[in-house]
């Protein structure tokens, strides 16, 4: 059974600067990653997808690694901002089944 | 990125009654939807995943006859809430993909929080 780990469960950072969220998963035959945010009490945003053939993915401020063979992925954010405090989710698609499993997220705060 | 919308983002309903969440992909043909449901400081939990025109795959120790899903067309998915009771109040959020096997991308509604009294 895949499990995705999230660490750490919160990070507070001043604004400004960089920072690396961590998830890794015990299962490592996935189609894909998956970042997402969530503020509190709405919906998921999608912010990167990594297939499981792909390296890294960027947008914008944001940088997604996955190595699969470790089982590990990161999101590196440059240049924090207090509009980018939210809940980080990872999740990823096993091989076996199109479902998602995620992790318990990292609660991110940035400090003016 | 495509859009997801669920309706109602919050109900409020008394103990014994029903409840119905849709969740509807607004410029995308969606051949399958997932609905989770998320406990306070937790993750996200897979209930079910549904294909258009066929029944829905429930995961293990989700009871299909409390949780009834309906995926009659390409752009709508309803998740009924049946003889709710307090121990159902969560967060419920769809997902919706524009194919299956995991490689593509999942897009997520606003998600409901459903407060049974």
């Known amino acids: 059974k895949q499990e995705v780990t999230q660490i750490p469960a919160a990070l507070s950072v001043p604004e400004g600067e960089n920072l690396v969220l961590n998830c890794s998963f015990t299962d490592s035959a996935i189609y894909n990653l998956q970042w997402f945010r969530q503020d509190p009490g709405k919906g998921l945003t999608s912010l990167l997808l990594i297939q499981s053939s792909q390296r890294e993915q960027t947008s914008g401020r944001l940088n997604a690694s996955l190595d699969k063979s470790s089982g590990r992925s990161t999101l590196y954010i440059a240049a924090s901002q207090p509009g980018d405090s939210a809940t980080y989710l990872c999740?990823?698609?096993?091989?076996?089944?199109?479902?998602?499993?995620f992790g318990k997220g990292t609660k991110l705060s940035v400090i003016p | 990125g495509a859009v997801v919308s669920q309706h109602p983002s919050r109900v409020i309903c008394k103990s014994g009654t029903s409840v119905k969440i849709e969740c509807r992909s607004l410029d995308f043909q969606a051949t399958t939807m997932f609905w989770y449901r998320q406990f306070p400081k937790q993750s996200l939990m897979l209930m079910a995943t549904?294909?258009?025109?066929?029944?829905?795959?429930?995961e293990q120790g989700v009871e299909k006859d409390k949780f009834l899903i309906n995926h009659a067309s390409l752009t709508l998915s309803t998740l009924t809430v049946t003889s709710a009771h307090p121990e159902d109040s969560s967060f419920y959020i769809c997902?919706?993909?524009?194919?299956?096997?995991?490689?593509?991308?999942?897009?997520f509604g606003q998600g409901t929080r459903l407060t049974v009294v």
């Open positions: 549904s294909n258009e025109g066929s029944k829905a795959t429930y």
């Open positions: 997902s919706a993909s524009f194919g299956g096997r995991g490689n593509t991308e999942a897009f």
């Open positions: 999740a990823v698609a096993g091989a076996g089944s199109y479902q998602l499993t």
